[in-house]
T-cell receptor, first 117, second 112 residues
Framework: DAGITQSPRHKVTETGTPVTLRCHQT?????MYWYRQDPGHGLRLIHY???????DKGEVSDGYSVSRSKTEDFLLTLESATSSQTSVYFC????????????????FGEGSRLTVL | QKEVEQNSGPLSVPEGAIASLNCTYS??????FFWYRQYSGKSPELIMS????GDKEDGRFTAQLNKASQYVSLLIRDSQPSDSATYLC????????????FGQGTTLQVKP
């Protein structure tokens, strides 16, 4: 158990409303990631973080923002949800310390299923 | 061309057989490769990582890497019904951020 919890696990919202998904880890990992998973597209990286207040974009970042004010929490925000953002969102933590960086070995949370009507 | 390609399947094998899952990637400078298993409705879990050409064995699983051919495979020996899942191939982008590019996954069905 990598000590990752995501909340909420399920959410239904309406187009145009803001949504925030939370990822919480208990193991002090530096690297955290948000992916979305859709049929036909697999897992795609939205944003990632390599430390407190250090974040960067992934391949599908449009319409999403993130924040990391504490090591243990990585928040994903949809400022104005659209139907195209209906998806399953996975948070992951990555192993890796020091100058070598992240290894690519990821441990995923249980996922948050978001439906935008 | 997708950066990481897998046949979506389903790949169906009888119990006890060898299941062979394949993956190709486009970026020649990639150095780190991973196989994740995802049961239906669950999150992906890491089962194998491989960094050097050749084979890497872990129990019933063998990962094979051929960088010249840009090809990664996963062999599952003595397949069990509990191996039925989607297997995701992932390639790490160069650099130290740990960013992975995933294939779409191959669904494996092991029939008793």
């Amino acid at each position: 158990d990598a000590g990752i919890t995501q909340s909420p696990r399920h959410k239904v919202t309406e187009t145009g409303t803001p949504v925030t998904l939370r990822c919480h880890q208990t193991e002090n990992h530096r690297y955290m990631y948000w992916y979305r998973q859709d049929p036909g597209h697999g897992l795609r990286l939205i944003h990632y973080s390599y430390g407190v207040k250090d974040t960067d974009k992934g391949e599908v970042s449009d319409g999403y923002s993130v924040s990391r004010s504490k090591t243990e929490d990585f928040l994903l925000t949809l400022e104005s949800a659209t139907s195209s953002q209906t998806s399953v969102y996975f948070c992951a933590i990555g192993r890796g310390t020091g100058l070598a960086g992240a290894t690519g070995e990821l441990f995923f949370g249980e996922g948050s299923r978001l439906t935008v009507l | 061309q997708k950066e990481v390609e897998q046949n979506s399947g389903p790949l169906s094998v009888p119990e006890g057989a060898i299941a062979s899952l394949n993956c190709t990637y486009s970026d020649r400078v990639s150095q780190s490769f991973f196989w994740y298993r995802q049961y239906s409705g669950k999150s992906p879990e890491l089962i194998m990582s491989i960094y050097s050409n050749g084979d890497k064995e872990d129990g019933r699983f063998t990962a094979q890497l051929n960088k010249a051919s840009q090809y990664v495979s996963l062999l599952i020996r003595d397949s069990q019904p509990s191996d039925s899942a989607t297997y995701l191939c992932a390639v790490k982008r160069p650099g130290n951020t740990g960013k992975l590019i995933f294939g779409q996954g191959t669904t494996l069905q092991v029939k008793p």
